[in-house]
């Protein structure tokens, strides 16, 4: 009777490290299948408008449109992100992503001469919901509360000295986005809606029109311009599609949660998060579609300009200002000085030409949009049922001797 009562008071005694010894069997994760995570941080944006230093003054020289290098640093906003995982191995997961954030850019933050002349900016709320795949490449370590070592004088605990876990991640997702640009153009400095804008003429003209089938201007770029033209009425749509792509490390407190820093990319199939893709519209149809807040906020006609001689005839340029010199992107014009008249004959006119006149390039349609987020997350994982622990060791044998 006291043997019985003595082997009772040490099972009694012995059962926290029973409990944490289980914990390493390789099939516990089916008694924590469930986790969630809440999580803030920062994002940042790839697109058209905004970027980073020059080529000339950049680090990198050649790389620094590349990928990363261009990104503008002082535009970064804020994200915040909610997931649900499941568990399908003991390193393979299932996980449900909600993410809520901004994004931004603006041409007055790059050295790049071109785009600073642009002088565009927009801000995006992003709404994403996606689903993913999380591979755990190395496991974090829970730690072992009472140091347990085996009869080798080795610890039980995971073979993870710093005891951080790192994952990778992949998948599909879809986002909203709405951007809105600040008038920095004309100086007003009011908000803008910019989709019903249609700032490069979508769904104006037809994708027959003649507008889109001149390859001129574009700057050494071989695009046919027809192929991304909307047709009539219709514009782009404010839902796209994102691929996330990451990784991650994860921290544990205790055995039921942690902290995870994880930074994911999103490749997305628009290039119109920031409004901008193609070439400037003529202002003329522009203004008289949507206005003249339309006409300000494409940046037609606007910023820095080139000089060219040009022969008009006995009909001479058109006047400044006219509908037919802003279609043309003249913002003045003069005659030609003798020097020029002794080598290209009389008749020739100085013409002032804007470089953001209609028909120059405004983005690069083939480049398309994509957006990342780095966030700091707090997880907890849930025990499943009673019943979960007998199928995590389900086909776990072991044999015990024991002596009284």
Same mark, same amino acid.
């Given at each position: 009777?006291?043997?019985?009562?003595?082997? $009772? $008071?040490?099972?009694?005694?012995?059962?926290?490290? $029973?409990?944490?010894?289980?914990?390493?069997?390789?099939?516990?994760?089916?008694?924590?299948?469930?986790?969630?995570?809440?999580?803030?941080?920062?994002?940042?944006?790839?697109?058209?408008?905004? %970027?980073?230093?020059?080529?000339?003054?950049?680090?990198?020289?050649?790389?620094?449109?590349?990928?990363?290098?261009?990104?503008?640093?002082?535009?970064?906003?804020?994200?915040?992100?909610?997931?649900?995982?499941?568990?399908?191995?003991?390193?393979?997961?299932?996980?449900?992503?909600?993410? &809520?954030?901004?994004?931004?850019?603006?041409?007055?933050?790059?050295?790049?001469?071109?785009?600073?002349?642009?002088?565009?900016?927009?801000?995006?709320?992003?709404?994403?919901?996606?689903?993913?795949?999380?591979?755990?490449?190395?496991?974090?370590?829970?730690?072992?509360?009472?140091?347990?070592?085996?009869? &080798?004088?080795?610890?039980?605990?995971?073979?993870?000295?710093?005891?951080?876990?790192?994952?990778?991640?992949?998948?599909?997702?879809?986002?909203?986005?709405?951007?809105?640009?600040?008038?920095?153009?004309?100086?007003?400095?009011?908000?803008?809606?910019?989709?019903?804008?249609?700032?490069?003429?979508?769904?104006?003209?037809?994708?027959?029109?003649?507008? &889109?089938?001149?390859?001129?201007?574009?700057?050494? $770029?071989?695009?046919?311009?027809?192929?991304?033209?909307?047709?009539?009425?219709?514009?782009?749509?404010?839902?796209?599609?994102?691929?996330?792509?990451?990784? %991650?490390?994860?921290?544990?407190?205790?055995?039921?949660? %942690?902290?995870?820093?994880?930074?994911?990319?999103?490749?997305?199939?628009?290039?119109?998060?920031?409004?901008?893709?193609?070439?400037?519209?003529?202002?003329?149809?522009?203004?008289? &579609?949507?206005?003249?807040?339309?006409?300000?906020?494409?940046?037609?006609?606007?910023?820095?300009?080139?000089?060219?001689?040009?022969?008009?005839?006995?009909?001479?340029?058109?006047?400044? %200002?006219?509908?037919?010199?802003?279609?043309?992107?003249?913002?003045?014009?003069?005659?030609?000085?003798?020097?020029? =008249?002794?080598?290209?004959?009389?008749?020739?006119?100085?013409?002032?030409?804007?470089?953001?006149?209609?028909?120059?390039?405004?983005?690069?349609?083939?480049?398309?949009?994509?957006?990342?987020?780095? =966030?700091?997350?707090?997880?907890?994982?849930?025990?499943?049922?009673?019943?979960?622990?007998?199928?995590?060791?389900?086909?776990?044998?072991?044999?015990?001797?024991?002596?009284?």
């Amino acid at each position: 009777m006291k043997k019985l009562i003595y082997i $009772l $008071l040490l099972v009694f005694a012995l059962s926290p490290f $029973l409990v944490e010894a289980q914990f390493y069997n390789r099939n516990i994760y089916r008694t924590q299948r469930n986790e969630i995570s809440f999580g803030l941080g920062a994002s940042s944006c790839l697109t058209d408008v905004g %970027g980073g230093k020059s080529i000339e003054d950049s680090f990198f020289k050649d790389y620094a449109r590349a990928f990363l290098f261009d990104i503008n640093t002082d535009q970064t906003q804020y994200a915040f992100s909610f997931s649900y995982k499941y568990f399908l191995k003991s390193k393979l997961a299932f996980r449900v992503n909600l993410a &809520y954030a901004k994004v931004a850019g603006d041409d007055q933050s790059t050295t790049d001469p071109s785009r600073a002349n642009r002088n565009l900016n927009f801000q995006t709320t992003i709404i994403e919901g996606s689903t993913v795949l999380e591979w755990n490449i190395v496991t974090e370590k829970t730690g072992n509360r009472y140091n347990l070592k085996n009869k &080798y004088n080795k610890s039980i605990g995971a073979r993870n000295p710093l005891g951080f876990g790192f994952y990778i991640f992949g998948g599909i997702g879809g986002f909203f986005f709405d951007p809105y640009g600040i008038d920095n153009i004309s100086g007003a400095m009011v908000k803008h809606q910019l989709r019903p804008m249609r700032t490069e003429g979508q769904g104006l003209l037809s994708p027959n029109d003649p507008f &889109y089938s001149k390859l001129e201007n574009t700057g050494g $770029l071989d695009i046919d311009y027809s192929k991304y033209a909307f047709e009539l009425g219709k514009s782009y749509s404010s839902f796209a599609v994102c691929v996330p792509v990451g990784f %991650g490390f994860r921290k544990s407190f205790h055995s039921m949660a %942690g902290i995870k820093l994880e930074a994911g990319f999103r490749f997305t199939n628009t290039d119109y998060i920031d409004d901008v893709s193609t070439r400037y519209f003529d202002p003329h149809l522009l203004e008289s &579609y949507k206005g003249k807040d339309a006409v300000t906020m494409s940046g037609v006609n606007s910023g820095n300009t080139y000089v060219a001689y040009v022969k008009y005839g006995d009909s001479g340029p058109p006047p400044v %200002g006219s509908d037919e010199a802003l279609s043309a992107g003249i913002a003045d014009h003069s005659p030609a000085g003798p020097e020029i =008249t002794s080598s290209m004959g009389e008749g020739v006119t100085k013409v002032y030409f804007w470089n953001t006149s209609p028909g120059q390039i405004r983005g690069n349609p083939k480049d398309l949009d994509s957006y990342m987020f780095l =966030t700091l997350s707090a997880y907890k994982k849930f025990k499943n049922t009673q019943k979960s622990f007998k199928v995590a060791n389900s086909g776990f044998k072991r044999k015990i001797k024991a002596s009284f």
